[in-house]
């Protein structure tokens, strides 16, 4: 290979890592699929400019019941052929341990419900996830169903593209603009590749892992059988729409398919609901369909059919099955299903409120009847018509906005839910005697009513603040509900009058009205979400007399640390144990682990674990040790290592020995350079507090840093009012010049330390002298252990076969050291040869863990900023 050649090797691979590394950040995230969706409205208006509304109804209402019923046939067939992935891959990856038929269940009702919604990782992966792991498979096989059938898709979408490119039917080079041979050899390189996938599989034994996740690849007969169902799923999807096309479009069924592809992948970039607007412009444009309503028409009614008819049937089957297993006592195989069942209902009635949302905001949008309105006018004045128009399409937007509040199963996102569909119910007959639509309302009602057990949760957070994803998707959807409004009113010429226009026949300036309203509101939510996160400011807590004796009297000194003031507390009702924790907004996390008698303290971590659960919120345990393992286990929690502490054994210590060499120099130096070792009672430490203050305070000016919180305490007087001081002392002026507050543990099983500070301008020696005067005063004084404390990360396995978070936290010790000094900190404990003991984080598995420990660097540090600092 020549140099210029491995240049322009060079060149592609940064260009290629500069393009993934632009593409990852938030804010590109956030605009690409409103870009996309802007774009696709834009070329659909183009194409749809010279199309009138009422043509297209007259299209729809044209359309044989023969052709819809062959559609609906087409669909039931691709829905067969979508809960096949999940029977094949179930019998893949965890064979005999989920039902065949509730593996169905889960594969058809995840795709209902996510081709209606769209954004499927939240929707049809999440429902399938949480059905699975409510059966008892664990991540890693869980995500083994999914990758499955994503493998699944993909062999069968190459499958079909590799005959269509190396037969090339006509049409099919219109949209690849290369020439037979090429398109020939892509083909058959597809095929050929596919052919050498199935013959590795045939091998048997074969297993997909990585980052500690891991599963079973199907064998080769079992590959077979899921690339047979993907490609019943893409042809039976492509077939209903290309069934309700005109006759007369003029493209065979190789192109179509082709094109039908296209429409989807774009549908998926946008993150609009079901890809709407991005999917329709696309076909539309790939077609050459510009200006025909018979097309519009079909794309209407492939959306009722494929897209809303399925996730109705789901939602209501899940409804009457949910009631059903309430009603009666289950047992047998329906026990299976109501375990199935149980944890997809709030996305289930997410997706309901998000639809009759929908309907609410559509139906605002599109000219309503002139006989329906004709007959308001007899009793109703045109103010309230107007006035119940606006409020339908507020209701609809706060529907979809509120529906997020339903997936994370708020109680009161619910109780609202109930009262705005009540009223969506009441201005759908106020402002046009919508009867269908005022049917659909009162069904989205009993459909929610049959759930209301499912939201349990009291949080205390704004039931309407979104998250990115979830902000990105309803402005696409409302965009392109936007653009149907337009599209509806195209024959009506735009004037400023319009806005102020009351009238009965008024249609677009109702329109125009309630897209503003709807506009504000999402405004207001959106900035409400992006900056009105509410982190709960630490405030000094009054520390209950039961946390004060129970923390003081226990063997283990880190239960000191719960009276710095920044926690809250759960106590036993017989006051014999208390759980520290705090709360952050997202998560409720502790510091450490119940106090006090363990039976107790068993029942106060189930305790916080259903309050957390009730609010909606994490629930972690951090830095805990191996006591309480088996309860967290029982929570369903995942054991995380994060580090390890080590405690120096105090009988028979001594500073002898070359490994404590350097305390030993540091402890002579300062006694033949007069410096004083004392221990102060905290009886009397009042009358030096401004002393340590100054010391503390010049020590924190020179590391540019902050007080920390919630695993480490401050300077705050009345937290250090409970602690005896160690402080060495310049003999010949008296002045301090170092210091740590000590814990003692009860019955003297260990001494300990937390604020240790030191005059920067001071010896070197002086906190390693401060140590070994430290320690050598805990022997004398008969305590059994000096507890040097947590080094972050020590311990922790990185090997090819350790979980992936485990391997994550290796990482970040071996190469932290820039950020953090890992290994300086664990070398320089290791100096007085200690017992090292696992220091585990017991939090939701996945990808919560980061979460919680971005949790506790907040109520550590505040976040990154004092981190870094």
Known sequence: ????????????????????????????????????????????????????????????????????????????????????????????????????????????????????????????????????????????????????????????????????????????????????????????????????LFLWLARGGRKLAYGGFGFNLPGGKLAGLLTLAAIGDLCGASMV?????????????????????????????????????????????????????????????????????????????????????????????????????????????????AVAGIILLVSGALPSSSRSLGALRDFLPLSFVEASHLAGSAVGVLLILVSRGLFRKLHRAWIVA???????????????????????????????????????????????????????????????IFWIGLFAYSHVEYQNALWWEFAWNGDASRFLRSSLVVAVILGVVAVNSLFGREIPEPVRTEIPSAVERLALESEDTEA?????????????????????????????????????????????????????????????????STKYLPTFLDLGLSILKIGEVARVPLKDFSLDGKSRKRFRQAKNRAEREGYVFEIIPKEELTPVLPELRKISDDWLQQKAGEEKGFALGGFDDDYLSYFDFAVLRNGDTGKIVAFANLFQGGHKSELSLDLMRYEPDGSN???????????????????HWFS?????????ENRQLASFWNRVGGFVYEHGEQFYHFEGLRSFKQKFDPEWSPNYLASPGGFAAPRILYEVNILISGGLRGLTK
């Not at 341990?97 to 509730?102: A, M, R």
């Not at 363990?598 to 659960?613: C, N, P, S, T, Y």
């Not at 020696?765 to 305590?783: H, T, V, Y």
């Not at 080094?791 to 922790?796: C, E, K, R, T, V």
């Open 418 to 480: 109930m009262l705005l569909m009540v009223a969506g119910f009441f201005a759908s007959l106020t402002k046009g005697l919508d009867t269908h639509e005022a049917i659909g309302m009162l069904a989205s009602i009993a459909v929610l009513a049959t759930f209301q057990g499912a939201f349990y949760r009291v949080s205390g957070a704004s039931i309407f603040r979104l998250n990115i994803p979830w902000l990105v998707s309803v402005v696409a959807l409302l965009a392109v």
């Open 241 to 353: 729409l290309y069934t309700l096309m005109p006759d007369d479009l003029g493209v065979g069924y190789p192109y179509f398919f082709t094109i039908f592809i296209g429409a989807i992948a774009v549908g998926i970039v946008s993150h609009a609901p079901g890809g709407i607007g991005a999917f329709e412009a696309t076909l539309i444009a790939g077609l050459g369909a510009s200006g025909r309503s018979d097309v519009i028409a079909a794309l209407l009614l492939y959306r009722l059919v494929y897209t809303f008819l399925p996730f109705v049937i789901a939602s209501v089957s899940i409804a009457v099955a949910s009631a059903l297993t309430h009603r009666h006592h289950i047992g047998g195989a329906a026990t299976w299903v109501y375990r199935a069942i149980r944890p997809i209902v709030p996305m289930v009635a997410a997706g309901v409120t």
């Open 1 to 196: 290979m020549t140099t210029q050649e491995t240049d322009k090797e060079l060149w592609a691979v940064r260009l290629a890592e500069r393009v993934t590394g632009f593409l990852e950040k938030p804010a590109v995230r956030i605009a690409v699929p409103i870009l996309v969706t802007l774009i696709a409205l834009v070329v659909l208006h183009e194409l749809s400019q010279h199309v009138k509304w009422a043509d297209v109804q007259v299209d729809v209402a044209n359309t044989s019941w023969k052709l819809l019923f062959i559609a609906l046939c087409w669909t039931c067939f691709s829905f067969l052929s979508l809960s096949m992935y999940d029977v094949l891959a179930v019998q893949s990856v965890a064979d005999g341990e989920v039902p065949l038929t509730v593996a169905g269940m889960a594969g058809a009702s995840g795709y209902a419900v996510s081709n209606c919604l769209g954004f499927s990782y939240i929707t049809g992966t999440a429902i399938r996830y949480r059905i699975y792991a409510s059966l008892g498979l664990d991540l890693s096989r869980v995500a083994g169903v999914i990758a499955t059938s994503w493998i699944a898709f993909w062999s069968g979408l190459v499958l079909l593209l590799g005959i269509l490119l190396t037969l090339h039917p006509d049409g099919i080079s219109n949209v690849l603009p290369i020439s037979d041979t090429t398109e020939t050899i892509i083909g058959l390189c597809l095929l050929a590749a596919l052919v050498a």
């Open 560 to 624: 000191q640390i719960s009276l710095t003031g920044d926690k809250q507390f759960l106590i036993a009702p017989d006051e014999t144990a208390f759980l520290a924790y705090a709360d952050t907004g997202n998560a409720l996390i502790t510091k450490g682990e119940p106090v006090g008698d363990e039976k107790a303290g068993q029942q106060l971590i189930w305790q916080l674990r259903e309050m957390a659960d009730r609010e909606g919120k994490l629930c972690a345990f951090y830095s805990v």
């Open 765 to 783: 020696f002086i906190m390693d002298a401060l140590f070994a005067e430290m320690m050598s005063w805990g022997a004398e004084q008969g305590f």
């Open 788 to 796: 040097l404390g947590a080094a972050p990360f020590s311990g922790i």
